[in-house]
């Protein structure tokens, strides 16, 4: 079925970077956008960019310009967030999640999420 | 960028209660509006996309209504299961956002 692991969870410094991975499976990995959303702890959700895996073409939050970058490798079928200049509030469970087939602009499967910690 | 607003933030109900979520954007989104249910410790779920088309395997408890600006997800008869807190999401345009969430619980 389709799904989509993501890594572990994560405890760093402020200041450093955290790359988390997404890996699909399921479905044709080159044929559907993802994106990248996050939730600081009790906190809503937050949009933070997008990838098209095909392409490799990427749009960001303004936010988060200059400090988050999305990539992809097609040949292991993954995608990896990675956010730098860590602070402490950053810290938040990171999700993957697949534009869906339902509807444009929909996003389903999600990933399970990683929690990232920022702490000194 | 276009802002979400949901009311109320949270809500208690009986097991039976008929149960309504309002989402309201700031600048007309047409139907480009999907619900999400998110349960403690777990990735939200897609409901409801387009507005008011219930995604395969959601129980038809759930239903979405709306257009332009104004939106409702309507629970007909609140199971103990939908206790979570619910998220709406514009895809009209780019930098796609959520509102800041119904959180629902039992009475």
């Known amino acids: 079925q389709v799904q989509l692991v993501q890594s572990g969870a994560e405890v760093k410094k402020p200041g450093a970077s955290v790359k988390v991975s997404c890996k699909a499976a399921?479905?044709?990995?080159?044929?559907?956008?993802i994106h990248w959303m996050r939730q600081a702890p009790g906190q809503g959700l937050e949009w933070m960019g997008r990838?098209?895996?095909?392409?490799?073409?990427?749009n960001y939050a303004q936010k988060f310009q200059g400090r988050v970058t999305v990539t992809r490798d097609t040949s292991i079928n993954t995608v990896y967030m990675e956010l730098s200049r860590l602070r402490s509030d950053d810290t938040a469970v990171y999700y993957c999640a697949r534009v869906g087939i339902s509807a444009a602009g929909t996003f389903d499967p999600w990933g399970q999420g990683t929690l990232v910690t920022v702490s000194s | 960028d276009i802002q979400m607003t949901q009311s109320p933030s949270s809500l208690s109900a009986s097991v039976g209660d008929r149960v309504t979520i309002t989402c309201r954007a700031s600048q007309s989104i047409s139907s480009y509006l999907n619900w999400y249910q998110q349960k403690p410790g777990k990735a939200p779920k897609l409901l409801i996309y387009?507005?008011?088309s219930l995604q395969s395997g959601v129980p038809s408890r759930f239903s979405g209504s709306g257009s332009g600006t104004d939106f409702t997800l309507t629970i007909s008869s609140l199971q103990p299961e939908d206790i979570a807190t619910y998220y709406c999401?514009?895809?009209?345009?780019?930098?796609?956002?959520f509102g800041p969430g119904t959180k629902v619980d039992i009475k």
């Open positions: 387009a507005a008011s």
């Open positions: 999401q514009q895809s009209y345009s780019t930098g796609d956002t």
């Open positions: 990838i098209n895996p095909n392409t490799g073409g990427t």
């Open positions: 399921g479905y044709t990995f080159t044929g559907h956008n």
